[in-house]
């Protein structure tokens, strides 16, 4: 039996999703830039309390812990973090692009390949790639795309390219009839629920106390515009 309070803030979607036993209970999630810190503990309040629980009644904190957004990943791992202190609960990490692939699974037939995608700079992105069971085909990395990016596994594989870097990738990468799109997508904290109640039941938890996101890249600040 586990209740998980879920959060998801990697990307400009920031999400909270409440679940038990691998059943989601409810939701609350906004897809804008830069809100995140404005509304992330006002949604997990609404949540809990639209929902009737306590935050007593919480087993574990599940949060997306990247790669993505610098700000967006400190904003969840820091509100999970308190929570964890705050109520003495374990903390369970999820890794985005996972949580995507698991996320998109169900709509997708068991033989194609699944590629999140969440847009870096230019034309970089951080990806990976998964078999519809969650196997990991090609593990997380930075990739610049061009026309040529996964061409072995296109020439013999259907594949899904979705989140919010793939768009950008639509022209570099339709030139294969393999490839396919899917522009609706976006990141939900629905998408943790498989990975966290796993991990839960395994009792794979992090040390609240030193645990950080997974950047995958170091920081690089912006330059303000005059």
């Known amino acids: ?36 810190a404005e509304v ?14 306590q935050y007593a009644d919480l087993d574990a904190i599940a949060v997306s812990c990247g790669p993505g957004s610098y700000t967006g990943l400190r ?9 964890c202190f705050a109520l003495d609960k374990p903390l369970i990490a999820v890794d985005t692009l996972a949580a995507m692939a698991s996320g998109v699974a169900p709509g997708v037939s ?16 951080y990806t990976a790639i998964f078999k519809h069971n969650g196997e990991i085909v090609k593990p997380v990395a930075a990739e610049i795309i061009d026309s040529s990016s996964f061409a072995e596994l296109l020439a013999n594989n259907k594949m899904l390219f ?10 570099a990468l339709s030139n294969s009839p393999n490839a396919q799109f899917d522009g609706a997508f976006t990141n939900s904290a629905t998408h943790l629920t498989k990975i966290a109640a796993d991990k839960f039941d395994k ?8 645990f950080e996101p997974f950047y995958l890249k170091d920081f690089i600040a912006g330059t303000k515009k005059s």
């Open 110 to 125: 068991t033989d194609t390949l699944l590629c999140p995608m969440i847009d870096a700079r230019r034309m970089e992105v």
């Open 40 to 53: 992330i503990t006002i949604y997990i309040d609404e949540l809990i309390v639209g929902a009737g629980v």
């Open 203 to 210: 009792a794979e938890f992090e040390d609240v106390a030193y």
């Open 1 to 36: 039996m586990s209740l998980i309070l879920q959060i998801e803030t990697a990307t400009t979607s920031c999400s909270v999703a409440l679940a038990r036993n691998g059943q989601v209970l409810a939701f609350k999630e906004i897809n804008a830039r830069n809100i995140h």
């Open 162 to 171: 979705f989140g919010d870097g793939a768009e950008k990738c639509r022209e």
């Open 75 to 83: 904003i969840g791992v820091s509100t999970a973090k308190g929570l």
